[in-house]
């Protein structure tokens, strides 16, 4: 394990003066689940680690007057999950949070810190993909905000540049009539890291149609995977098994599916076929979508 200098500001300009003046060479951190254990295998190597839980706005959870869902960069997983704010504007992410690893390492990392990991096996950015969150970035050149699904670039590797600070995850509101689930699957422990991880987004119209959906399948490959040209094709259609089954087995066929320890290539993309199902079928019931054809729509 690496020596480095730990500091803990109190106010946001000092973090972003303490990243532009040491670059690549200051991590910020504020669960330090991922940064104790890249420490310690060498895998990082910072002269300074920049903590920041005492600095306040970072730990605030809010809903703008826009109706987006704020979560500083010092909020844990626990927090996000028991929070009645969060229950209320987005229930699947409390669903999903309350699923992640265990209670004590819920209590300590944080949902901002999860996202810069960009472990390719991890839940919430497959779920926030989904829900079209962004990231707020922020230095002192400039302030921007970047999809979820564009910030996550690959296997640990983001759109953050080294000054920049990710300050909170924005979630914007979806519409009441829009039902969303996440399922995943795992192969080993109930707390173990997901093999697959499939995230659904079903609005529907006043004819009981599509209006708008969204598919994202995570921890198959090395970033959150969407395919929007297997997703048009649904706009207006409704949501009956033939569809179901349409898209799930496209979806096998587009996405990249790797071999690890939790499951193999192959068994992989068997797996999204059944989960893209089985959260378009889940989605479509908090929607109020029950169409039939050939089959239940029951998850």
Not at 180 to 186: G, N, S
Not at 253 to 267: I, K, P
Not at 288 to 296: A, E, I, P, T, V
Request: proline share 7%; hydrophobic share 45%.
């Amino acid at each position: 394990m690496t020596d480095c200098t730990v500091v803990a500001p109190t106010v946001l300009d000092e973090v972003l003066a303490l990243l532009a003046s040491t670059g690549e060479d200051a991590v910020p951190v504020a669960g330090g689940i991922w940064v104790t254990l890249t420490l310690r295998h060498g895998l990082i190597r910072p002269r300074l680690l920049v903590h920041l839980r005492r600095v306040p706005e970072l730990g605030r959870m809010a809903v703008e007057p826009t109706g987006d869902l704020v979560i500083g960069a010092s909020v844990t997983h626990r927090a996000v999950e028991r929070s009645p704010l969060v229950r209320s504007h987005s229930p699947v992410l409390a669903e999903t949070l309350a699923e992640v690893a265990n209670v004590r390492v819920r209590e300590q990392a944080t949902l901002v810190g999860n996202l810069c990991e960009a472990d390719p096996a991890s839940d919430p950015p497959t779920v926030l993909a989904a829900l079209g969150a962004s990231v707020e970035l922020l230095s002192r050149r400039r302030r921007r905000l970047v999809p979820v699904a564009d910030f996550v670039l690959g296997a640990y590797q983001t759109a953050r540049a080294p000054d920049e600070l990710v300050t909170a995850v924005r979630v914007p509101p979806l519409p009441p009539r829009a039902g969303v689930a996440y399922l995943k699957f795992r192969t080993r422990s109930h707390e173990d890291r997901p093999a697959l991880g499939v995230a659904a987004v079903v609005l529907p119209d006043d004819a009981g149609r599509i209006a708008a959906i969204d598919l994202v399948v995570g921890a198959a490959g090395d970033r959150p995977q969407r395919v929007p040209s297997v997703l048009e094709h649904a706009r207006g259609l409704p949501l009956d098994e033939e569809l179901v089954t349409m898209l799930a087995s496209a979806y096998a066929g587009a996405v990249e599916t790797v071999s690890d320890l939790r499951a193999s290539a192959w068994y992989r993309r068997e797996m999204v076929r059944v989960f893209v199902a089985r959260a378009l079928r889940l989605a479509a019931q908090r929607a109020g979508l029950y169409r039939q054809q050939g089959g239940s729509m029951d998850a």
